[in-house]
């Protein structure tokens, strides 16, 4: 007979009481003991890993042989406060920015001081995923359970974390995702296996990456708080089942099923994947189907490396930049305001946000209907007025420019690097 598991202490057992007292599969002393002994390795310590970290802190993941590993590459920012709540306004207002891994790491162990947690303070890359996944199941005894928690915030980083976790490893490794944009979320975990099941990997729910216009990021779409809160809670959830083995028949483990929830309307739904006799992986899946095309780390770094990521909308969050003839210097505008018109191509929502003073809004998506119509320009080419054309970061304002120039207004120009460059160099309006 092997090893009787030792008795929980008595300050465990006072911590943990009130989960303790639950019946089985998530009570008692074995539940609870699977749990301190877990391994966990969570990518991204933003808005999703901000009440699944401290949630798990607080279950004792980690808080007894095993341990969390954070990675994370980002710096704490006031813009990540409405939403990120496990980081603080002191983390912040520090110089340099605290990073998102330590800032988390002291709330977890604020919560919980027995939580063991390391911190990776990269960005996963194509060049370091295989790397960082392989170092960490080194780590994990063969009788701890183990698993990876996806709190990204983009498309490449999904892939690539489903890929390694999909392929052949040392022992399986589930992976916990979710993802959420606007008022929208979703939540599912892959490349599940318990005795019964065989779940599908991301690919086979998604066997390419939408166009870079196809989707949005939060930083361009924007999110509600309590959104990200409800997802990274469910993910939390579906992290503890998974750590205790249950079977998606029995528990509901989201393994082969897509929660996805509107709360702008209070709509949730579950999309399930098709599955014969319980393998829910497609047959034609590039990772694990019957003939799959990427078959090692490497194969999928290569093809994660071209996936750029979302492209924001025409709202002048692009990354491109108009033709330099066309710009002028958020510092030389600033000088030019007593001479000229300045037009603020943003949506009427952020225009309402803030704005330059003395500025006109004609969003971008409705300029030329805006122009058709006369209005405050006032008429095509008129006597070379000069216009100067704002947007958020300054690719909007650069179209806009060509589409005046196009219709006439050929002294107008784009003020190249828009709100944020201004909030920089001129000041008067906030950086968002």
Not at 44 to 64: D, E, F, K, Q
Not at 169 to 191: F, I, K, Q
Not at 258 to 280: I, K, P
Request: hydrophobic residues 40%; aromatic residues 4%; glycine residues 12%.
């Amino acid at each position: 007979m092997g090893d009787a598991p030792l008795p929980l202490t008595s300050s465990e057992v006072s911590r943990y009481s009130r989960q303790l007292l639950l019946p089985p599969p998530f009570g008692g002393p074995a539940a609870l003991r699977r749990l301190l002994s877990s391994h966990l390795l969570v990518v991204g310590a933003g808005g999703l890993a901000s009440p699944l970290l401290l949630y798990l802190a607080a279950a004792g993941v980690g808080a007894g042989e095993g341990s969390v590993t954070l990675v994370d590459g980002d710096r704490v920012d006031a813009s990540n406060l409405h939403r990120q709540i496990a980081h603080t306004q002191a983390g912040a207002d520090a110089t340099p920015k605290q990073l998102k891994v330590d800032s988390a790491k002291e709330r977890m162990r604020a919560l919980n001081p027995a939580v063991r947690v390391a911190t990776i303070a990269e960005d996963l890359t194509p060049g370091n995923a295989a790397g960082l996944v392989g170092n960490f199941l080194a780590g994990v005894p063969p009788e701890a359970a183990c698993a990876v928690v996806d709190c990204s915030d983009n498309p490449r980083t999904r892939y690539l974390l489903s890929d390694i976790t999909a392929l052949p490893l040392p022992r399986p490794l589930p992976l916990v995702s979710a993802a959420c944009v606007g008022t929208d979320s979703l939540v599912t975990v892959y490349n599940y296996r318990t005795p019964t099941h065989t779940g599908p990997c991301y690919r086979c729910v998604y066997p390419s990456p939408p166009p870079d216009n196809g989707c949005n990021s939060c930083s361009d779409a924007g999110v509600l708080g309590p959104v990200v809160g409800l997802a990274g809670t469910r993910q939390a959830l579906e992290t503890v089942k998974v750590l205790l083995g249950l079977d998606p028949a029995e528990h509901g483990v989201l393994s082969g099923t897509v929660a996805v929830f509107d709360a702008c309307y209070g709509v949730g739904r579950d999309v399930r994947v098709r599955g014969e006799g319980g393998d829910y992986r497609k047959k034609t899946c590039q990772v694990c189907g019957e003939n799959p095309t990427i078959r090692t780390p490497e194969e999928s770094a290569a093809v994660c490396a071209g996936y750029v990521g979302p492209t924001p909308p025409d709202d002048g969050s692009a990354s491109s930049a108009p033709p330099s003839g066309e710009e002028v210097t958020a510092a030389a505008a600033a000088d030019m305001l007593g001479r000229a018109v300045l037009l603020d191509v943003r949506e009427a929502n952020q225009f309402e946000m803030f704005h330059v003073e003395g500025a006109i809004n004609m969003p971008l998506s409705s300029l030329e209907a805006e122009l058709d119509k006369g209005g405050e320009l006032g008429a095509e080419g008129e006597a070379g007025k000069l216009v100067l054309v704002m947007c958020r970061r300054g690719v909007a304002s650069g179209k806009a420019v060509q589409i005046l120039r196009g219709r006439g207004w050929s002294n107008a120009w784009s003020v190249k690097g828009g709100m944020r460059e201004w909030a920089n160099s001129v000041g008067g309006v906030p950086w968002y």
